[in-house]
Structures are given as C-alpha cells and as structure tokens.
Nanobody
Framework: QVPLAESGGGVVQAGGSLRLTCATS????????MAWFRQTPGNERRFVAA????????YYEDSVKGRFTISRDDAKNMVYLQMNNLQPEDTAVYYC??????????????????WGQGTQVTVSS
C-alpha cells in the first residue's frame, strides 16, 4: 500500500494560484509514477498531469499546459501541483494517484494503483 493524502485545495478567484500537495510514505515511493486527476459531480475522473520516477518526465493534459506544473521531492515523499491562472472550469475535486510502474506515464485512471481522498478546488469568476 502507498498511502496518499492531498492538501492545499480551497477557493480562489479566476486568475489566482494554488499549490496542491500530496504526502505519501513507504519505501517504494521513489519508484512510483505519480499523477493528479480531477473530477466534477456526475463526471469521470480526468487526467491532469503525471510525473515519472525520478522526475525526469512529465505529461500534461492539454488544457493545463503552461498553467500547471507537477513536481516531486523524493527526499520529503511529496508531490506537488502548482496551478496558476486558474479558471472556473478548473473547479473540481483533485486526486493524487500513484502507479507501481514508475517509468511509463499514462492518462488512464485505471492504470494507477493507489489513490488519495481528494481535495476540493473552487475557482470563482
């Protein structure tokens, strides 16, 4: 098991910024690929960004490219999602996810093995 705990969500005005944090633990964290997904009521969980083992590769959903940045600090067992220029359509519950295969990045939610409980992000217009 890889326990994941998100934090950093909140309410922000359009154009503002938030940084989400995913705290994890376990001896194998550094070999996992990590990702962020988001979900709105009545919709499927959608991919936002992913980062590979070692942080050398990242992958973003098109609508967040240039606005969101995913990063990881393996020394602290943390994964971050810096979100800038937030828009009302970014409003969602954001989930952190981990994948045992740390080298291959994917946007498929079913490929991830562990999930956090989520943190709400609300962007007002």
């Amino acid at each position: 098991q890889v326990p994941l705990a998100e934090s950093g969500g909140g309410v922000v005005q359009a154009g503002g910024s938030l940084r989400l944090t995913c705290a994890t633990s376990g001896p194998t964290f550094t070999t996992h690929a990590m990702a962020w997904f988001r979900q709105t009521p009545g919709n499927e969980r959608r991919f936002v960004a992913a980062i590979a083992w070692g942080g050398g590769s990242t992958y973003y959903e098109d609508s967040v490219k240039g606005r969101f940045t995913i990063s990881r600090d393996d020394a602290k067992n943390m994964v971050y999602l810096q979100m800038n220029n937030l828009q009302p359509e970014d409003t969602a519950v954001y989930y952190c996810a981990a994948r045992d295969n740390g080298r291959v990045l994917t946007a498929q939610a079913g490929a991830y093995d562990y999930w956090g409980q989520g943190t709400q992000v609300t962007v007002s217009s």
